[in-house]
């Protein structure tokens, strides 16, 4: 927020965070990538290492921690398709349990990526479809932009947030 980036600091957090990554419990996995994503800083060994870190975790992450996680890789277009592929498994066991906030960086995470992940984006589709009246403005319209950016179509999904834009307007 201050737009003080340190490179150097930065950089030896980095190589201390590859050095003990097997330590990290998965909340630590995803705010570091947050993290690094906040301050714009794709360091590709860094976050190679939370991927394939993260993905041995994975049955051990919580919503936040995917939507997080997902968030940030999207955020720096930092495409892994296997480390997608294992949150997304972990989305569509635990979708339920997502607030509508982590619903967003889920599908914005995914979308921004560019990567296939239809199981986990219907998923997430029918879990916004349940909490459509439970979603502000922002969310409808990044939800809307999530799925014409991965280019699925939800016509339900789209209906819904249709509806529910009508609602707040009146």
Same mark, same amino acid.
């Given at each position: 927020?201050?737009?003080?980036?340190?490179?150097?600091?930065?950089?030896?957090?980095?190589?201390?965070?590859?050095?003990?990554? %097997?330590?990290?419990?998965?909340?630590?996995?995803?705010?570091?990538? /947050?993290?690094?994503?906040?301050?714009?800083?794709?360091?590709?060994?860094?976050?190679? $290492?939370?991927?394939?870190? %993260?993905?041995?975790?994975?049955?051990?992450?919580?919503?936040? @921690?995917?939507?997080?996680?997902?968030?940030?890789?999207?955020?720096?277009?930092?495409?892994?398709?296997?480390?997608?592929?294992? &949150?997304?498994?972990?989305? &569509?066991? %635990?979708?339920?349990?997502?607030?509508?906030?982590?619903? @967003?960086?889920?599908? /914005?995470?995914? $979308?921004?990526?560019?990567?296939?992940? %239809?199981?986990?984006?219907? $998923?997430?589709?029918?879990?916004?479809?349940?909490?459509? =009246?439970?979603?502000?403005?922002?969310?409808?319209?990044?939800?809307? /932009?999530?799925?014409?950016? $991965?280019?699925?179509? =939800?016509?339900?999904?789209?209906?819904?947030?249709? /509806?529910?834009?009508?609602?707040?307007?009146?």
């Amino acid at each position: 927020k201050l737009g003080i980036n340190n490179h150097e600091l930065f950089d030896a957090i980095s190589f201390e965070v590859i050095k003990k990554i %097997s330590e990290f419990e998965p909340q630590n996995l995803a705010i570091t990538a /947050w993290a690094y994503a906040s301050a714009n800083l794709p360091k590709q060994r860094l976050f190679e $290492a939370l991927a394939e870190e %993260s993905q041995k975790k994975i049955s051990r992450f919580d919503p936040q @921690c995917c939507a997080n996680l997902l968030h940030a890789f999207g955020k720096l277009t930092l495409a892994n398709e296997k480390l997608v592929e294992a &949150v997304g498994a972990q989305v &569509v066991k %635990s979708v339920d349990r997502f607030k509508t906030l982590e619903l @967003c960086n889920v599908a /914005w995470g995914i $979308a921004k990526m560019m990567l296939p992940a %239809s199981e986990t984006m219907e $998923a997430v589709a029918q879990a916004f479809i349940a909490k459509v =009246q439970e979603m502000n403005p922002q969310d409808l319209s990044r939800t809307s /932009w999530s799925f014409a950016t $991965a280019r699925i179509k =939800q016509e339900k999904l789209m209906d819904e947030i249709s /509806w529910e834009v009508m609602a707040k307007i009146d």
